[in-house]
């Protein structure tokens, strides 16, 4: 059974930071890896996805890596902004499904000071 | 002009009463979600409807029914509500003529039973 784990749970960092958050998965065999953001009272917004061939993505100061084998992905965020706090969530797409059922982490809840 | 509509944003109901949530999606994708975020903040995927079709039923109470009018829409009924469906609904759409395609959420539904 997949199991998705993030850590830290919660991190706090001053305005112009780099960071680094950290996803963890139990099982290889995933079509892609999807990082979002939630922000309170909010809906999932996808930052970006890395299908299971890929390495890495890039979006403006996001950068995801995935490392399939060993099960990390890691999000790292580049001078951090005080925009920038929100819950960061990693989802998995498992391959045994034939559709997407997304298997998501808890999360880590960044706050960027200014 | 939003992707993915859910409605209402909010609801507070009596535990027995049976109420229902809409969603509709303008992206033309052809399979629709349910997930579910519980008061941990934990999402799991609870339906998941192809061009109609249920393909995914999690162990979810037959309390909740699921229902695709047509490919755009994934209304989700539950009937006789408890204390412990309290939770934030969100759905969300994807194309699958390929797997891992990014999937797009609503901005939530937060239900409370008192």
């Known amino acids: 059974k997949q199991e998705v784990t993030q850590i830290p749970a919660a991190l706090s960092v001053p305005e112009g930071e780099n960071l680094v958050l950290n996803c963890s998965f139990t099982?290889?065999?995933?079509?892609?890896l999807q990082w979002f953001r939630q922000d309170p009272g909010k809906g999932l917004t996808s930052l970006l996805l890395?299908?299971?061939?890929?390495r890495e993505q890039t979006s403006g100061r996001l950068n995801a890596s995935l490392d399939k084998s060993s099960g990390r992905s890691t999000l790292y965020i580049a001078a951090s902004q005080p925009g920038d706090s929100a819950t960061y969530l990693c989802?998995?797409?498992?391959?045994?499904?034939?559709?997407?059922?997304?298997?998501f982490g808890t999360g880590t809840r960044l706050l960027v000071s200014p | 002009d939003t992707a993915v509509s859910q409605t209402p944003k909010y609801l507070v109901t009596q535990m027995g009463n049976d109420k229902s949530i809409k969603c509709e999606q303008n992206l033309g994708h052809d399979t629709m979600y349910w997930y579910k975020q519980d008061s941990k903040k934990f999402l799991k995927i609870m339906f998941s409807y192809n061009n109609k079709e249920l393909i995914i039923n999690e162990t979810v109470p037959n309390r909740f029914s699921p229902k695709s009018p047509d490919k755009a829409h994934l209304n989700l009924h539950i009937n006789s509500l408890e204390l412990g469906d309290s939770a934030v609904y969100f759905c969300?759409?994807?194309?699958?003529?390929?797997?891992?395609?990014?999937?797009?959420f609503g901005e939530g539904s937060w239900l409370t039973v008192v």
């Open positions: 099982d290889s065999a995933i079509y892609n």
């Open positions: 969300a759409s994807s194309q699958e003529d390929q797997p891992g395609n990014t999937i797009y």
């Open positions: 989802a998995v797409n498992p391959k045994n499904t034939g559709f997407q059922k997304l298997v």
């Open positions: 890395i299908q299971s061939s890929q």
